[in-house]
Nanobody
Framework: QVQLVESGGGLVQAGGSLRLSCAASGIMFSIKTMGWYRQAPGKQRELVAS???????DYADSVKGRFTISGDNAENTVYLQMNSLKPEDTAVYYC??????????????WGKGTLVTVSS
């Protein structure tokens, strides 16, 4: 059974920091990407940051320079260090893992989400 366990969300004042973690278990295929998405009330889910198994990273323009994604391939864990948080960063943050089967099919897994609230 696949499980993505997220932790680290919470309430923080503007300018503060939080670190999100996502530990994946039960994935039997080759993990290619790990990342974080977020969804604010009334808005669509958007990519925040992603990292490939080779270490390449991608960030939304709104978080560049403030957020850092890192991953531990051996532990199937992905982290998101969030600094200089702004009220507009308030959202539910979802862990996302992309894997590929031996036949080349792409599998996508989602966590249940962790709430980040940034007060002004």
């Amino acid at each position: 059974q696949v499980q993505l366990v997220e932790s680290g969300g919470g309430l923080v004042q503007a300018g503060g920091s939080l670190r999100l973690s996502c530990a994946a278990s039960g994935i039997m295929f080759s993990i290619k990407t790990m990342g974080w998405y977020r969804q604010a009330p009334g808005k669509q889910r958007e990519l925040v940051a992603s990292i490939t198994s080779g270490g390449s990273t991608d960030y939304a323009d709104s978080v560049k320079g403030r957020f850092t994604i890192s991953g531990d391939n051996a532990e199937n864990t992905v982290y998101l260090q969030m600094n200089s948080l702004k009220p507009e960063d308030t959202a539910v943050y979802y862990c996302n893992i992309g894997a590929t089967t031996r036949y080349g099919y792409r599998m996508v897994y989602w966590g249940k989400g962790t709430l980040v609230t940034v007060s002004s």
